[in-house]
Structure formats: structure tokens, C-alpha cells
């Protein structure tokens, strides 16, 4: 399967199952995130045991949004304006970048490269994306 086939239109079915799960997630994900913020009001800190628990909240700020959204381009069936996605290219690519960012830095402070290294895939994918699409309304072009 070449990268731009993940392009192609998704069926009803396939996106009707994708919205429901897509609830249940943004629903977890936004219970976690309130848990945590009761958790440091309750707690007057940022820290758990010495380590940073704000930084797992952080990333519960951004999924909880960018889940919502997910949620509602799902259940309407709509794509961002002339792509192919649910989601702006610019929210894929900056998800990767921050994605990339947080690899590099866990490798960089517990001194294992090779977790870096190996957790890159996925974001640089995701850098990647607008190429793909670009390609992929190339080769629509051309049928």
C-alpha cells in the first residue's frame, strides 16, 4: 500500500466507528485532564514525587482540543478545506514537531538515544504529511 492510498476516502461505516471511538477518547482524555488540574489545585504543585506532572498535563491540554475537534470533523464528515484530512495540516505538522521535541528531550535528559531514535517514525511521518498530500493531488491531477 503506498502512503498516498491512507489518503482515499474513508467509508460511512469506517467513520461512523471512528466518531464513536473518537468520543469515548475525548471523553477519557478530558476527564484526565480535569484530574490533574483538580490535582495540582489540591495539591499547590506542579510535581509528583519530584518529578514534572505538569508536563503530562500539557499534553492533555493539547489532546483534549485536538481530540474534540477530531470528534466533531468525524461525526460531520468533513474534511479540512481542499485536503483530503480531518485535522489542518499545520495541527498535524506542529503535533509532530512537539512530538519530535519531546522524543529528543526524554533521549537528551534519561541518556538513551536509542528512545529517541526509535519514537521518531510516527513524528517525522507527521512533518512529512504535507508532501504526501501535496503528491497524492498530483497523481489525482494526472488520472
Known amino acids: 500500500m503506498a502512503q498516498e492510498d491512507l489518503l482515499e476516502p474513508a467509508g460511512r461505516l469506517f467513520r461512523t466507528c471512528a466518531a464513536a471511538l473518537m468520543t469515548i477518547a475525548t471523553i477519557l482524555v478530558g476527564t484526565l485532564l480535569l484530574v490533574l488540574v483538580i490535582d495540582h489545585i ?3 504543585s506542579l510535581y509528583y514525587g519530584g518529578k514534572p506532572l505538569w508536563v503530562c498535563t500539557l499534553v492533555f ?3 483534549t482540543p485536538a481530540s474534540a475537534w477530531l470528534t466533531v470533523r468525524l461525526w460531520t464528515g468533513t474534511p479540512t478545506d481542499d485536503r483530503p484530512t480531518l485535522m489542518p ?3 498535524i505538522e506542529l503535533y509532530g514537531l512537539l512530538s519530535c ?3 529528543v528531550a526524554i533521549g537528551i535528559t534519561t541518556s538513551s538515544p536509542s528512545f529517541a531514535v526509535s519514537g521518531l517514525g510516527v513524528p ?3 512533518l ?4 504526501t498530500v501535496r503528491r497524492a493531488a498530483e497523481r489525482d491531477r494526472a488520472i
Do not use: H, P
Open 42 to 44: 489540591a495539591r499547590r
Open 61 to 63: 491540554v493539547y489532546l
Open 89 to 91: 495540516l499545520w495541527f
Open 101 to 103: 521535541v519531546g522524543f
Open 124 to 126: 517525522l511521518a507527521m
Open 128 to 131: 512529512l504529511i504535507r508532501r
